[in-house]
């Protein structure tokens, strides 16, 4: 393979069919920005719609905003924009809640649906509050169920007749490798399983088939590649069919048919809405929708092609120009999200050292270096310039220095 | 008694302490609000704080903000302002999720700190989504439990050897009753049962003393008296004699002793923190904290002196003014909130009638006239215009008319 110049990176920009886009987000001056996988950027219409929001709907029209801004309907509304982001239909998803509170939501209906069944698969290097939650659920039942743990390529063995539920994460949160939806889901539910998906690090970053892939829940989450801000309320996708089978157990009151009616019993509303608990954070909703508008306009093929050309090329210039580094994402581009993570015993101070540079990416524990590439906003060049400070920083030796191995609150 | 006058009621604003802090929010022009209870007036001061969040931290340090600008210790340090409102020490109190969220966290905790009983007591008029939960997570547990719901006055009489926890909300809803914090959580204790409050409609407009009440639990409403904007996330107090005790359910990665060691184990964190699940709405969390800023200049005291006086003298003025309307919340100022309630067989074409005047209350199913009186932005002068408004209304019948039956989504 040819060598890669900064020209050829240069020229990749000047072919970029998503090129534009970047100039629908906000972006610092002198940052390349490798992070959009923990945080999305934020996106140039969202101050005003948050200050439309905020002094237009609450400061003019208060109370009355419910009815007349829509407020009520936007965890529906939002949902359905998200649908098309994952390939669900209308009425099959809402935004809600966390990340973490919609996994109970989803868990909980999983394990009712399947009760004879006492055990929950997993990966061990499934994102940690996936784990936790699925514990919080367990000794909450009375630890009847168990949490099986394993790699990603037993995932297939260690489901049998007693596997009430398969809960992977589409993309992993370290590796960044990415499971082939269709086969997990189909030999998950051979045998008698239901198939939860996390989208946390999928949604908007990678094509999503729910519908095509037959799985039977997913949540996900906003702030990442749907740009929703910090903290976005999440999303959560039960499949039609087992949408009306009971209720789950957060049981709120905007998940009651009539929450106006204010009745003492609950009665479950029609379809996905059942999955709403309390009144929606509408200021966080709304930046939400203004991320997930800014992607519902792009083209989702283009997204991908775009994704695996950044992340291949970043890989083919880290291997030409620095030394020392391990690959841990897959190489094959099919079998990857949009991040790419490299292992290096030393990987914390050599991510300060470049967050001091302006290249920012995270450090995932122990020892990998974490660089997500947001096609809506990452050009070729940042992929040169991120490489290039990632050669400096490794041949000089500096970032063996006291003040890169200070830990922050958030790593 | 004498006839109050509108003059009578001009010299109460001009001899109002908290005047002033009307000028802390923005209100719009031609409107008498008087459902501060249902969503909370927009402060002055929260649009700039948006902004400053979304375009400053957000879009110019982003992924950096979570420590630069401090929004992990969002949940912790929002909660240490909210304890300051309501009794309870530092470390006390979390900002997190809905109130039905934390309702559940408690409850879940409350049955497992009172593992041999099997009753959850409430009153049947409480806000519906504290039922709402107290049902998803009994049949969560496979029914064994039972929530017994009694009217207020039988509340003592049916708390017993069986009953685990006794859920009130401190401030009906619908009827401005206010339980007396300290006998009842006395006599629930007394018989062994733990007491959980929601402070909904408490918390910013009544003076609350949890560590004065020996109470075990409580939840409360950032979107009411707190003006934390629609949607705010809530809060959740657990008495420091429990908080270690083991961890609640919805065991999320930001309640882990250390989220970011992403360790496949949930270990809780210490104290109060652990109550915290997923990651924080930073920009509803942010406007949250507005709210309670502006709560926290003000003196606790004024505000019931105020809220008490203003009650009663729109329960006087009614009684003078009006015919045809009973009196729901008590009399006497001890047992009410901040809120009157008034009985009319067709409320709710004459509130829609009083809001399209421009004196916005709200109607509660069925027969419900609700008016809240928010002390920091509320004025004498208000009252009078109320009342002279539904005095016209009533007195003209301008009420009947078809497009004030009709019901819209939100009521």
Redesign the interface.
Known sequence: MSVLSRDDLAKMDAADELAAARDCF???DG?I?L?GN??G??PRA??DR??DV??GQ??????????AHG???LPSRVGDKIARLIGAGPGEVVAA?????NL?KAL?AALRLNPGRRVIVSE?EN???D???A???I???GRQHELR?VEAHEIPAAVDHDTAVVMLTHVNY?TGAMHDMVPVTRSTQAKGALMLWDLAHSAGAVPVDLTGSGADFAVGCG?KYLNG??????FIWVAPRHQEKF???????L??VA????????RPAAGIARYI?????????V?LEAGVDLALGMDMAAIRRKSVALTDTFIRLVEQECAGLALVSPREPSRRGSQVCLRHDEAYPIMQAL?ARGV?G?F??PDILRFGFAPLYVRFADVWEAVASLKEILAAGSWNRPEFRVR????
């Not at 609450?58 to 009815?67: A, C, R, Y």
């Not at 929450?259 to 609950?266: D, K, M, S, W």
């Not at 608990?277 to 909703?285: A, D, E, R």
Request: charged letters at 15%.
């Open positions: 906000v972006l610092p940052v920005y992070d923990s945080l950027a934020l969202t101050p948050l200050r905020a002094v609450w400061g003019g029209d208060l109370i009355k905003s419910w009815n407020w009520i309907d809640d966390s990340t973490s509170v109970f909980a061990r994102f940690p509050t784990l936790y939650i514990q919080g659920l000794a909450l039942l743990l370290r702030y801000g910090p903290g976005a309320p999440a209720e789950q157990p957060l049981s709120g009151w998940g009651h929450p106006f009616a204010f009745e003492p019993g609950y608990c309390g009144t929606p954070p509408v200021l966080s909703m930046a967050i920012i995270d995932r524990a922050a609150a958030v790593t």
